[in-house]
């Protein structure tokens, strides 16, 4: 145990710059799969038949492959007409596919809403659209927090995936100082540790929100 | 003296599907007046409020407001909205948003009233209902007749020409009621049109100027409260009368 907090100590400088880079891959995939979540959840509510059988395609794709292939057909598909470094690539891929399921997540909780809410807004003269953003989403996005942040966190770990295609985010960091070492479990393990501190804070943000946002429900 | 027509309907007609929900529906509000809509569930009263607030679309007829023909081609539904409010059996509040804001929203929102004036009418609204202790509560917290208050609050806000009310009382306990009633009895003697769906027959015989009796998607019977109460023509209409009374 005190080899491993001697290592923890000697490579935490390393560690941290994987750890950044983690964080931004993290920070940069889900602020665009929220936004690819929530274009996609919209499409698969709307009257129109064709947009819905798009969003359909779109979570049956990246829902029936895995997502290290996604990954790499992105990479390498992406590669093949503009270069892009292995940072945006990951994001880019991590994005698609965390999309798909935050779509689902949206969907279902905007028809959660009770449709009396979307007739009263209505009945006010308010549109589709007014009533849309002013009454059902921020209903829905409350409801949605739980399953929202567990996708967060599903999403921080899938990261780890991108070290596939040279990323030096926590995993790639732990894989290269493993190799360099041939001490394979010392530095997983660090690299455990650091991913559960990470998921840990998330899990504390994501209950104070839902705590926060409980009182007026 | 014959009053402004505020609403006129003309041989509406509604299908769900296979289902005939209004049969050749002719209905006329004058202003200032309080039509009553009864009948068994599903005799399509409530169908023929939506349609007057185009939350439903007729299949055929016609339907006026003040006289002018409105069609969802040649009119923004959305205008017309504004100018007919309508309460809800279930209330219907924004549970995110507080008791004020509920009232403020639309008025901000689609008629760009400035905030600090809808704060004030908002308010005042409010106090006219009852509830200057509640401005910023959640609706959660509050009763079912306090709610239907803040609903009918809120429909107001939108200086609406006329009101609609499908059930206003259905969900409530029964002794809250009797608030609520009384709020729509005082909007009634202020002048209000208004076309109001409702089991409570206390209410239609005191406060209804003209009390209408549907059944099948027809208008089976029209006339003054004591008229239709009292002295029902059709064998129909004594029916439903004997079996709630």
């Known amino acids: 145990m005190s080899h491993f907090f001697d290592v923890f100590m000697v490579s935490y400088p390393i560690f941290l710059e994987g750890l950044k880079i983690t964080l931004y891959l993290s920070a940069a995939s889900l602020i665009m799969a929220f936004v690819i979540g929530l274009f996609f959840a919209i499409l698969k509510i709307s009257s129109i038949k064709p947009l819905q059988w798009i969003a359909d395609g779109y979570i049956w794709l990246i829902r029936g492959t895995p997502l290290i292939v996604q990954i790499f057909v992105l990479y390498y598909g992406i590669t093949e007409i503009i270069l892009i470094d292995a940072f945006w690539a990951g994001a880019i891929g991590l994005a698609i596919h965390s999309g798909a399921y935050i779509a689902e997540i949206i969907r279902g909780s905007i028809q959660s809403i009770a449709k009396g809410q979307m007739e009263a807004g209505r009945s006010l003269g308010m549109t589709k659209l007014q009533t849309m953003r002013r009454i059902i989403l921020p209903q829905a996005f409350r409801r949605a927090i739980p399953s929202l942040g567990n996708q967060f966190i599903i999403g ?5 995936l991108v070290s596939f295609i040279g990323a030096q985010e926590l995993f790639g960091v732990s894989s290269s100082l493993g190799s360099n070492s041939f001490d394979f479990l010392t530095f997983y393990s660090i690299a455990a540790v650091y991913y559960l501190v990470i998921v840990l804070v998330l899990s504390v943000v994501v209950n104070r929100i839902e705590k926060r946002l409980a009182k007026s429900d | 003296m014959a009053n402004k027509l505020m609403v006129q309907v003309e041989q509406l007609n509604k299908s769900f599907g296979d289902l005939h929900v209004l049969r050749n529906v002719d209905l006329q509000v004058e202003e200032s007046n309080v039509v009553v809509l009864i009948g068994a569930s599903g005799s399509g009263k409530s169908t023929l409020l939506r349609c007057l607030n185009f939350l439903e679309i007729k299949d055929e007829g016609r339907i006026f407001l003040e006289g002018e023909q409105i069609e969802k081609e040649t009119h923004n539904l959305n205008e017309i909205r504004q100018r007919v409010g309508m309460v809800f059996q279930h209330f219907n509040l ?116 003209w009390v209408v009796y549907m059944h099948d998607g027809k208008i089976v019977e029209y006339g003054r409260p004591e008229e239709l109460f009292d002295q029902p023509k059709e064998q129909r209409t004594k029916e439903f009368l004997s079996s709630i009374l």
């Open chain 1, 156 to 160: 921080i770990k899938d990261s780890s």
């Open chain 2, 94 to 209: 924004f549970p995110h948003k507080t008791v004020l804001e509920n009232v403020i929203e639309a008025p901000i929102l689609v008629k760009k009233t400035p905030k600090k004036q809808a704060i004030d009418d908002g308010k005042a609204l409010l106090d006219k209902v009852g509830l200057a202790d509640k401005y910023h509560v959640y609706p959660s917290t509050l009763s079912g007749g306090q709610k239907q208050r803040v609903a009918i609050a809120r429909s107001l806000a939108m200086k609406p020409e006329v009101m609609l009310f499908d059930e206003p009382t259905s969900a409530l306990d029964p002794e809250l009621v009797g608030e609520v009633l009384n709020t729509m009895k005082e909007l009634a003697d202020e002048g209000m049109t208004m076309v109001v769906v409702t089991h409570e027959m206390g209410f239609a015989r005191e406060v209804g100027d």
